[in-house]
Structure formats: C-alpha cells, structure tokens
Nanobody
Framework: QVQLVESGGGLVQAGGSLRLSCAASGRTFSSYHMGWFRQAPGKEREFVAAITWSGGLTHYADSVKGRFTISRDNAKNTVYLQMNSLKREDTAVYYC????????????????WGQGIQVTVSS
C-alpha cells in the first residue's frame, strides 16, 4: 500500500513558476514509477509527466514539454513537478500517481493516487 500526499499548489501569475511535491508513505517508494496528472474544470484527467523508479527516464505530455520537469528523491520518498512558464491553460487539479508498470503510470489505471492539489494560473 502506498499513500500519496501532494503539496505546493496555489495561485500564480502567468509566466510564473511553482513546484509541486508528492510525499509517499511506505518503504517501497523506490520500487514505483511515479506520474503526475491534471484535471481542468469540465475536462477529463490527463497525463502530464512520469519518471521511472530510478529516475533514469522521464516522459512528458507535449503540452508541458520544455516547461515542466519531473524529478524524485528516493531518500525522501518524494516526487516533484517543477512548473515554469505557467499558462492559464495549466490551471487544474494536479494529482500524483504510483505504479510498478511503466506503461500503466501513463494511464488512469495507475494503482495509487493522491487526493489532488489545485493550481491556478491567472493572467
């Protein structure tokens, strides 16, 4: 069992930056691939970024490539999402997810989810 808690959200102006954190419980964090998703009002939840258990490979949605960076610190059981050059369309509830299957961490079928945290980008 893995419990995930996101933090670091809030209100930011367009062009600004935020760093989200996702703290995981349990001693097996380093065996899980981790992902970030987001859900904007009236839209389905979508994949944002993923990182392998070792941190050696990352993958991004085209909409955030070059602006967002996913990273992890296995010693701290935490995964991060650094968001730069934020746009109004980045406004959403952001969720972190954990799964042992790399293919699955990109999808709604990921095993574990956080409760989500709001990010609002104002113009």
């Amino acid at each position: 069992q893995v419990q995930l808690v996101e933090s670091g959200g809030g209100l930011v102006q367009a062009g600004g930056s935020l760093r989200l954190s996702c703290a995981a419980s349990g001693r097996t964090f380093s065996s899980y691939h981790m992902g970030w998703f987001r859900q904007a009002p009236g839209k389905e939840r979508e994949f944002v970024a993923a990182i392998t258990w070792s941190g050696g490979l990352t993958h991004y949605a085209d909409s955030v490539k070059g602006r967002f960076t996913i990273s992890r610190d296995n010693a701290k059981n935490t995964v991060y999402l650094q968001m730069n050059s934020l746009k109004r369309e980045d406004t959403a509830v952001y969720y972190c997810a954990a799964d042992k299957a790399w293919e699955q961490i990109h999808t709604e079928k990921s095993d574990y989810w956080g409760q989500g945290i709001q990010v609002t980008v104002s113009s």
